[in-house]
Nanobody, 116 residues
Framework: VQLQASGGGLVQPGGSLRLSCVAS????????IGWFRQAPGKERGMVSC???????GYADSVKGRFTISRDDAKNTWHLEMNALKPEDTAVYYC???????????WGQGTLVTVSS
């Protein structure tokens, strides 16, 4: 199983980025998907999640700015990030879990830097 995250980069405050995660090696239709981030010197935390039934959840800090989605036919997941702020700067990880609270598989991370 492999998760490949991409789409990070340098963006100015107020800008947008779209992160993608492509999964391979299993059928992820029944997995819940999460996007996490870790800023320098801080612990990794959840940004957003989407269940197999497409129910979504967001951290308070990103509500109204970020949108998570999944395309099960392509085993691809996205995190659309708008109105980016410097405090959104972090390495972003995608992850998948089948049962329970623990995520089973993790992508390698993609760096998002929000700076003028």
């Amino acid at each position: 199983v492999q998760l490949q995250a991409s789409g990070g980069g340098l963006v100015q405050p107020g800008g947008s980025l779209r992160l993608s995660c492509v999964a391979s090696g299993s059928d992820f239709d029944y997995y819940a998907i999460g996007w996490f981030r870790q800023a320098p010197g801080k612990e990794r935390g959840m940004v957003s999640c989407i269940s197999s039934s497409h129910s979504t959840g967001y951290a308070d800090s990103v509500k109204g700015r970020f949108t998570i989605s999944r395309d099960d036919a392509k085993n691809t997941w996205h995190l659309e990030m708008n109105a980016l702020k410097p405090e959104d700067t972090a390495v972003y990880y995608c992850a998948a879990r089948l049962r329970g609270p623990k995520y089973d598989y993790w992508g390698q991370g993609t760096l998002v830097t929000v700076s003028s």
